[in-house]
């Protein structure tokens, strides 16, 4: 699910220091990035400045599956930012999942969507349009620190039930040994499920002194986050990384942003526009980006855009565009018999 990215995104404090400890020095990191050298000593960076980084990590680490893991257990708790530092500190497992889903749009690109259903606990990672690929092991390592928070906090030896990719990461072997889970590549998306029951354990670093110091703060960047963008571009937002677990109505969102829903639909007809407009528009917008993407059939996009059944997005993409989801694709993407549906 995509929104438009900050123009700068922070560096963690800790991230050279994790490359030393692991025998990169950052200014080769930074050769391999084609970067300045100054670059080691910015607080922030642009999107292509950052992703350049982490794919000259892949690069110089080898194997990324063991680059991954290293990189995930070698970054010192101290150097988080203080949108991790609250999760580290929260008062369970649960308590730090919801906080790094709530505060991750604060430290771009990527933001998290969590679900509990059943025994399990399941965790999207979307990312924010940055008119650019994802590498590869900048997803690898942000869903291992999602299980090694876990770890971390509660002292146990916690695995997952479930991790997927949509690329290949490595030897999967060692990712498995990692997560103690199979570990599916190739899937239509970045996704870790967690034991749900694991979400009840304790955090033995709870700090209820510091929660109280570091949330109010990071609410507010929030809120000013909010402000600076429209309701509508925010709604938007929202929605279109809610898809792909049903259709996301008005409620959710308006509970999302802190306020009732007659507030939300009030906030939205002042700018000339409503709920079931803004999803028309999320989906629309959605589903060009998805059919441009071969890797993905018109299955797949129908269930990340929420519909029910390929049919009813045959019909509202017709309705958009006056011809098929395949038709579509063929002319602007040119895709080959394989990707059509």
Request: charged letters at 25%; aromatic letters at 8%.
């Amino acid at each position: 699910m995509k929104a438009p990215i900050s123009d700068r995104i922070k560096i963690p404090p800790g991230f050279w220091d994790g490359l030393r400890q692991l025998g990169i020095a950052p200014r080769d990191a930074a050769r391999k990035a084609r970067l300045p050298l100054a670059v080691v000593a910015e607080p922030a960076v642009t999107a292509a400045q950052y992703f350049a980084i982490w794919q000259a990590y892949s690069d110089l680490a080898g194997d990324m599956a063991e680059g991954i893991i290293k990189l995930a257990t070698a970054f010192e708790t101290a150097k988080y930012p203080p949108t991790v530092l609250a999760t580290y500190h929260a008062r369970d497992y649960r308590d730090a999942l919801k906080r790094m889903a709530r505060y991750k749009v604060l430290c771009p690109p990527e933001s998290l969507r969590m679900t509990e259903e059943g025994d399990r606990c399941v965790i999207d990672l979307d990312w924010l349009d940055a008119g650019q690929p994802v590498p590869p092991m900048l997803v690898g390592i942000t869903l291992a620190f999602l299980l090694e928070l876990g770890r971390r906090g509660t002292g146990q030896p916690l695995t997952a039930r479930l991790v997927e990719f949509s690329h290949d990461m490595g030897n999967v072997r060692t990712l498995e040994a990692y997560f103690g889970c199979r570990v599916l590549i190739g899937a239509a998306h970045n996704r870790l499920t967690l034991h749900r029951s694991d979400l009840d354990r304790p955090f033995l670093s709870y700090n209820e002194e510091l929660l109280a110091i570091l949330t109010p703060a990071l609410d507010r960047s929030l809120d000013e986050l909010h402000r600076d963008r429209s309701m509508t571009e925010t709604v938007k937002w929202i929605m279109k990384r809610s898809l792909a677990g049903g259709r996301p109505d008005i409620q959710a969102v308006a509970k999302e942003l802190g306020m009732s829903d007659r507030t939300l639909q009030r906030r939205l007809t002042e700018e000339n526009t409503s709920f079931k407009q803004l999803l028309t528009q999320a989906r629309h917008e959605l589903a060009r980006e998805y059919l441009a993407d071969l890797s993905l059939d018109i299955k797949e996009v129908a269930f990340l855009l929420g519909y029910e059944d390929q049919n009813s997005f045959y019909r509202s993409f017709r309705f958009w565009e006056g011809v098929t989801p395949s038709h579509w694709r063929t002319e602007h993407v040119g895709a080959s018999p394989a990707n059509r549906s």
